[in-house]
Nanobody
Framework: QVHLVESGGGLVQAGGSLKLSCAAS????????MGWFRQAPGKEREFVAG????????NHADSVKGRFTISRDNAKNTVYLQMNSLKPEDTAVYYC???????????????????WGQGTQVTVSS
């Protein structure tokens, strides 16, 4: 089992940047595929980005491609989401998620996850 804790959210102006972190407990972090999701008020949760166990393969939603970058540091049991050129429509609660298993390719948007963090609020003002 893995416990996930997100941090780094906050209020930022449009065009600004934030870096989210997700710290995982346990000694098997490198055996998990990781993902970031978000949920805006009144909307369904949506996939933002995913990364395979080694960090060698990543996948980003079209809505954030070129602006957001997922990465991980297995030595620190942490996955990151660097968010640049933020837009008001990026406002949401951001969640990290973990799925057991080492895959060569990054996860797809519809892949299931086993564990979720509590979320961190990101608010982008116009």
């Amino acid at each position: 089992q893995v416990h996930l804790v997100e941090s780094g959210g906050g209020l930022v102006q449009a065009g600004g940047s934030l870096k989210l972190s997700c710290a995982a407990s346990g000694r098997t972090f490198s055996s998990y595929t990781m993902g970031w999701f978000r949920q805006a008020p009144g909307k369904e949760r949506e996939f933002v980005a995913g990364i395979n166990w080694s960090g060698g393969s990543a996948n980003h939603a079209d809505s954030v491609k070129g602006r957001f970058t997922i990465s991980r540091d297995n030595a620190k049991n942490t996955v990151y989401l660097q968010m640049n050129s933020l837009k008001p429509e990026d406002t949401a609660v951001y969640y990290c998620a973990a799925r057991w298993g080492r895959t060569i390719v990054a996860p797809s948007a519809g892949d299931p996850y086993d564990y979720w963090g509590q979320g961190t609020q990101v608010t982008v003002s116009s």
